[in-house]
């Protein structure tokens, strides 16, 4: 059985700052990671994806992965209120990369101060 | 696009009746998956489906719980009887086979 940790949070970012979220996952042969944000009452919404070690940028985001360490993390630059949600991390349940089901960390509340 | 349908949006039943979620995935996607989200926690997989067959359901109480998805089309997901602890978001979710997956609103559960 894969497990995802996160640090539950929150954490308080002022406006404008880099905010950094992390993730460490349990299972080695982990292929696939994700970030997913969830607005309060809403559901999860995918953000960025990656798969290989290195980093990966997407506009104000920034996802990276060292799978020596099982460590994924996401950057968010520039930070703004509308990034106050919460984040969850994401690995694939099976190795097999593609439509697999996922298994998710508890996800961490991220609060931005304007 | 028309995004991932679920109803109701809200369900309260009192412990031990039974209750029932549909779900309509976006239009093409094979896959389809249920989630159950319960509060503070991320979602957990309960059953993927690939066309309308059962590709994972190690995590499905399947004492209580029932899945479906006849013609490889729409979903429902059934409990019966509810516990408590059955308390949660339920949340449908499907892909066209990538790693991308589309949450439907999810529909919320509560059992008295």
């Known amino acids: 059985q894969k497990e995802v940790e996160q640090n539950s949070g929150p954490l308080s970012v002022p406006e404008g700052a880099i905010a950094s979220l992390n993730c460490t996952y349990s299972d080695r042969v982990s292929q696939s990671f994700f970030w997913y944000r969830q607005y309060s009452g809403k559901s999860p919404e995918l953000i960025m994806s990656i798969y290989s070690n290195g980093d990966k940028e997407d506009g104000r985001f920034t996802a990276q992965l060292n799978k020596a360490s099982q460590y994924v993390s996401l950057l968010i630059r520039d930070s703004q209120p509308s990034d106050s949600a919460t984040y969850l991390c994401?690995?694939?349940?099976?190795?097999?990369?593609?439509?697999?089901?996922?298994?998710f960390g508890k996800g961490t509340h991220l609060i931005i101060q304007p | 696009e028309a995004g991932v349908a679920q109803s109701p949006r809200y369900k309260i039943i009192e412990k031990r009746q039974s209750v029932a979620f549909w779900c309509n995935p976006i239009?093409?996607?094979?896959?389809l998956y249920w989630y159950q989200q319960i509060l503070g926690q991320g979602p957990k997989l309960l059953i993927q489906f690939q066309n309308n067959g059962v590709v994972d359901d190690s995590q499905l109480p399947k004492d209580r719980f029932s899945a479906e998805r006849l013609k490889g089309v729409d979903s429902t997901l059934k409990i019966q009887p509810a516990k408590l602890e059955d308390s949660a978001v339920y949340l449908c979710?499907?892909?066209?086979?990538?790693?991308?997956?589309?949450f439907g609103p999810g529909t919320r559960l509560t059992v008295l």
């Open positions: 239009s093409g996607h094979a896959t």
């Open positions: 979710a499907s892909s066209p086979g990538t790693d991308t997956q589309y």
């Open positions: 994401a690995v694939n349940r099976y190795s097999g990369g593609g439509a697999d089901g996922l298994t």
